[in-house]
C-alpha cells in the first residue's frame, strides 16, 4: 500500500485551528475594499500566507476540495518566492490526495522544479517520496522503484521498512524486460542489486525450490546490500510454504456431461505442469479427479475428497457449485475456485477464486487507458446479457476513475451495426439537420456529414466475426481516427490474416499464453494436442491453477507477490479473487503482434449530447 503523505509544512493539524483560520479569512475579506497603496503590499503578503496555511491544514484533514478551492483563488504570478513553493506543495499535494500523479509530476518536475531545489534535506525527503508515489500513480512503478532506492539511504529506519516494502511492489509489478534494460544501464550497487533480486523472482517464480536457492545466493553475492539483511516480507515466507505444501490434492471438474470438454481441458493443463514438475525432480503432489457433473452438492463432494486425504481442492468449475462452496462457512481444507462468485458473496477464510472473467479484462482496460490521458470514451457492445455485463464492468470503473461515457452503441443483428454506430456517433442528427437545411432551401445541397468531436477512444466488446464488421464501419463514419481498445473476444487467438486485416490497429488485452511461446506451452501441446488445438484458454487455466496452488498461502497474506503465468500476472485481491494482469497486443496487417498500449489521439472536446443506442434485438449465442 502507498505510505501515508507527511505534511511537509509543518502546519496546525487540528479541525478548530482550521475554523479559526478560515473564519480568519472570512473577516479579512469582509466589507469595502479599500483604495490599495504600497503599505497594503504586507497585509496582502500575510492574507495571502494565511489562504496557503489554511490549505495546507485542510489537506492535512483529507478536505482536499476545500483546500482546492482556496489555492484556486490565489494568482500564482502574484506571489512571493516563498509563498510561491508552498503553493506548488499544495497542489502537488491535492493531485495526489485525488489519484492525479501525472499532474502531481507535472508540479513537482517540471517547470516549478526550481521553486524546490534549495529546500532543506527533510522536504527533499518528503519531495522524493511524493515523487514516488506520483510515479506509481501515473503506472510508471520502474521509475518509482528507482527513485525509492536512490532516497532510502537518508531515511528514518521506520520510514526505511515501509520504503523498501513498497521498492518491491513497484518491481513485482514492473515487466521483466524493463527491469533487465534498466539494469544493463545502472551501476550503483543498490540499485542493480535491487534489480538483480527482481529478475530472479521474475524468472523463478514457477519453481519455488529455484527461487529459494537462487534467492540465497543472491544474498550470499550481496552481503552488503538493504534488502539480504532485511528480505522483502513476502520472500521470508517461501522458506516456511515449502514445509506446508499439500501432499494430496483433489480436483473436482466435470468430466462427463454438457461441460465434460472444458473440464477436461483444465484437467489437461493441470496434468501437464504435474508432468514436468515431476520430469524435473520436483517434489509433486498424489491427485485425484473427482467428476461434478452429476453432483448436486458441491459440499457433499468437497467432504468427500477431504475425507479420502485432501489437503487442497482446485475446482470446482461450474458457477452454482462454486457458490455452494463459498456460502460454506466451514473450509477445513483451502480451496481454488476455478469460477468466480457474484459480488454479493462476502470473504470466506480458506476459499480463494481464480478464473477468466472478461469482466476484469474491461476493468484492466479501464485502468490502463487513463493513465494513457483517455477521458472520454465511447462503448460498442452486444445487446446481450454477457455484453451489457461486460460493458457495465468497464463503464463503472471507469466512471469511479473520473472517465466520461460519451455514447453507448449496443448492437445485435449484422444489419443493425450500421445504425448503432451513426447514432453513437452523432452521424444521425448531421445527416437530419442536412435534409431539413435541403427542404428549407429546396436545392440539392454538397453534404459532408460530421461525426461527434469529443471521443478519446472506443472501448469494444465484441467477438472477432462482429469487430471484422464493425471496424471497416467505424472507419467509414469518419472514426478511423480514434483507437480502439478491445478484450481479448476481439480475437480468434489464430491466424487469419486475410480476416483479421478489417482488425488493423486494434489494441486488446490478451493472456500471454495466446501471444508467445513458452515452456508450459509446448508441453501441454506435445501432451493434449486436441485440448490445446480446441480450448487453448481453458488448458491455460489449469495450467496456471497448478502453478498457483504452492503460492495461494502467500499471496493471501503479501500485496507484493506476483505470479508470472500464462492466462496474466497473478496477484490476490483482499476478498481471495486471482486478479489477472493481461497483456495488449495490436492487429498489424491481420497479425496480432505483442504492443504496448499507446497514448490516444485526442481531440479538442466539443460541447455534445451523450446518447445511449440501445437496439432490442434477438439475443445472441448463449457465450457464458
Known amino acids: 500500500m502507498l505510505t501515508h503523505m507527511k505534511s511537509l509544512t509543518g502546519t496546525l493539524r487540528n479541525a478548530s485551528t482550521v475554523a479559526a483560520i478560515l473564519f480568519a479569512l472570512f473577516i479579512s475579506g469582509c466589507g469595502t475594499t479599500p483604495v490599495k497603496d504600497q503599505g497594503d503590499s504586507l497585509a496582502d503578503s500575510a492574507f495571502i500566507n494565511q489562504q496557503i496555511s489554511a490549505a495546507e491544514a485542510l489537506i492535512d484533514l483529507d478536505q482536499v476540495e476545500e483546500a482546492s478551492a482556496i489555492l484556486g483563488g490565489l494568482n500564482f504570478n502574484q506571489l512571493s518566492i516563498a509563498q510561491q ?35 532543506p534535506l527533510e522536504q527533499q525527503i518528503e519531495i522524493g517520496k511524493m515523487r514516488a508515489q506520483a510515479l506509481e500513480l501515473s503506472g510508471k512503478p520502474l521509475a518509482a522503484a528507482r527513485e525509492r532506492i536512490f532516497l532510502a539511504p537518508v531515511l528514518s529506519r521506520k520510514d526505511r521498512i515501509e520504503n523498501q516494502d513498497q521498492i518491491w511492489f513497484d518491481l513485482q509489478i514492473s515487466p521483466l524486460d524493463d527491469i533487465k534494460k534498466l539494469a544493463a544501464q545502472e551501476s550503483s550497487p543498490d540499485l542493480t542489486g535491487w534489480l538483480d533480486l527482481a529478475i530472479i523472482s521474475h524468472e523463478q517464480n514457477s519453481n519455488m525450490d529455484q527461487l529459494i536457492k537462487a534467492v540465497e545466493q543472491w544474498q550470499n ?59 524435473n525432480g520436483q517434489e509433486v503432489p498424489q491427485i485425484s479427479f473427482y467428476d461434478t457433473a452429476n453432483i448436486e452438492d458441491a459440499v457433499q463432494l468437497y467432504n468427500t475428497a477431504v475425507d479420502e486425504g485432501a489437503e487442497l481442492i482446485i475446482g470446482p468449475l461450474a458457477k ?93 443483428r449484422p444489419d443493425q451495426y450500421l445504425y448503432s454506430v451513426k447514432y453513437a456517433l452523432n452521424i444521425s442528427n448531421s445527416e437530419r439537420r442536412h435534409i431539413q437545411l435541403a427542404r428549407l432551401l429546396d436545392a440539392d445541397l454538397e453534404f459532408e456529414f460530421r461525426r461527434r468531436q469529443d471521443v ?156 445511449d443506442v440501445d437496439l432490442e434485438n434477438t439475443e445472441l449465442e ?3
Open 456 to 611: 478519446d477512444m472506443i472501448f469494444m466488446v465484441a467477438f472477432p466475426d462482429q469487430a471484422r464488421q464493425l471496424k471497416p464501419i467505424l472507419n467509414y463514419q469518419r472514426a478511423a481516427d480514434i483507437s480502439i481498445v478491445a478484450t481479448s473476444n476481439i480475437y480468434a487467438g489464430e491466424l487469419n490474416q486475410d480476416k483479421d486485416r478489417d482488425l488493423n490497429d486494434v489494441h486488446f488485452v490478451e493472456m500471454p499464453w495466446r501471444l508467445y511461446d513458452s515452456a508450459e506451452k509446448q508441453q501441454a501441446s506435445l501432451a493434449f494436442p486436441s485440448s490445446v488445438d480446441d480450448y487453448a484458454s481453458l488448458v491455460a487455466l489449469g495450467t496456471d491453477a497448478y502453478k498457483l496452488y504452492p503460492r495461494v498461502p502467500q499471496m493471501s497474506v503479501f500485496n507484493d507477490v506476483r505470479i508470472h503465468g500464462v492466462t496474466g500476472l497473478l496477484s490476490m485481491s483482499d476478498n481471495g479473487r486471482i486478479k489477472r494482469q493481461l497483456d495488449w497486443a495490436q492487429i498489424k496487417n491481420g497479425i496480432a503482434i505483442p504492443a504496448p498500449l499507446q497514448e490516444p489521439n485526442l481531440e479538442s472536446a466539443d460541447d455534445e449530447q451523450t446518447l
Open 320 to 412: 452454482n457449485k462454486v457458490e455452494q462452496l463459498a456460502r460454506h462457512q466451514k473450509l477445513d481444507v483451502p480451496v481454488l475456485a476455478l469460477n468466480y462468485t457474484n459480488n454479493s458473496f462476502t470473504k470466506t477464510n480458506n476459499f480463494y477464486q481464480f478464473g477468466l472473467a472478461p469482466e476484469d479484462e474491461a476493468i484492466q482496460i479501464a485502468e490502463d487507458i487513463w493513465l494513457q490521458g483517455a477521458r472520454n470514451i465511447m462503448v460498442v457492445s452486444p445487446a446481450t446479457q454477457w455484453g451489457d455485463r461486460v460493458a457495465d464492468a468497464f463503464i463503472t470503473r471507469w466512471e469511479l476513475l473520473g472517465g466520461t461515457i460519451t455514447s453507448k452503441a449496443r448492437f445485435n
Open 221 to 279: 553475492d550481496n552481503k552488503s546490500h538493504p534488502a539480504a539483511k532485511d528480505l522483502p516480507n513476502s520472500l521470508q515466507m517461501l522458506r516456511e510454504l515449502t514445509l506446508s505444501q499439500p501432499k494430496q490434492i483433489g480436483v473436482l471438474l466435470p468430466l462427463s456431461g454438457p461441460l465434460e470438454q472444458a473440464g477436461k481441458a483444465i484437467r489437461d493443463g493441470l496434468l501437464s505442469n504435474w508432468y514436468s514438475a515431476k520430469a
Open 622 to 624: 448463449n457465450v457464458e
Open 85 to 119: 513553493t508552498r503553493y506548488v506543495l499544495s497542489q502537488s499535494r491535492v493531485s495526489l490526495a485525488t489519484g492525479k500523479g501525472q499532474e502531481a509530476l507535472g508540479w513537482i518536475n517540471n517547470e516549478y522544479a526550481y521553486l524546490l531545489d534549495g529546500l
